[in-house]
């Protein structure tokens, strides 16, 4: 156990906390952002954490991320958490092609070039490597203004069986899908009390999701202990896919 990961998003609350949790099992983390102050601060409060700084709607800057990642690994990469991502909530009239194109650019194109960057050093690693990628709750359980997310996150989960199929037995591929999580990404949606009240009592365990309730997984299926999953798509849900409580 142990090598690099290169986690996309990584100074977001889910990607953060991936990178604290992939360090507990030793390995090390290189965080993936578009503000180096937030990176930097991330990195600095993490043992053994590096960065770069890279949008991840252009190709070249993952591709320069990845290269600076797989360096600290001696040109190895044990494993890719893309765990960048959009909260687009608009009713179907109001979408415009440019919500579109960005949520799919964000989501599920950037997931895939990334992917695509590292593919040359996953695979140079000595053991098994491995991908984890982020959908959400809306692409199993159909909500009102999630058109254009739910969209380019059921992308990103067709992407995730493609690549576990093509990349076995070399790298596992699995996939995470959380309900609305208390992150800086979804903090627009919880300004308001009530409402975020309102919306934990739909979840089965009557409460929002936490980003450390989402790492834990993330940094299981980044390391050998998940050696036989691949494939997959998880939700970490508060059971809101699956459970009804009320009605």
């Not at 415009?96 to 194109?109: G, Y």
């Not at 936490?210 to 834990?216: G, K, L, R």
């Amino acid at each position: 156990m142990g090598g690099v990961i290169v986690i996309f998003g990584g100074a977001g609350g889910i990607g953060e906390a991936t990178a604290r949790a992939v360090t507990a099992k030793g390995y090390r983390a290189h965080l993936v952002g578009r503000n180096e102050a937030r990176l930097a601060a991330a990195a600095g409060s993490i043992a053994g954490a590096t960065y770069s700084v890279a949008d991840v709607t252009d190709s070249g800057a993952i591709t320069q991320a990845v290269a600076a990642a797989a360096e600290q690994g001696g040109g190895a990469l044990a494993g890719l958490c893309y765990a960048a991502g959009t909260i687009t909530l608009k009713p179907v009239a109001r979408i415009s092609e440019a919500d579109v194109l960005n949520d799919f650019r964000i989501n599920a194109l950037g997931a895939f070039q990334a992917v695509q960057a590292a593919l040359p050093a996953l695979k140079a690693y000595e053991g098994t490597a491995s991908i984890v990628l982020f959908s959400t709750v809306a692409v199993q359980q159909g909500f009102t203004a999630h058109a254009s997310i739910a969209m380019a996150k059921g992308a990103v989960e067709g992407l995730t069986l493609s690549l576990a199929a093509e990349l076995a037995p070399k790298i596992r591929v699995n996939c995470i899908a959380p309900s609305l999580t208390r992150t800086e990404l979804a903090a627009p949606l919880l300004g308001n009390e009530t409402m975020v009240n309102a919306i934990g009592g739909m979840h089965a365990l009557q409460r929002l999701g936490e980003a450390d309730d989402v790492a834990p997984l993330a940094a299981l299926l980044l390391s050998d202990e998940a050696g036989w999953i691949t494939g997959q798509s998880i939700g970490v849900d508060g059971g809101r896919a699956r459970l009804r409580t009320k009605g």
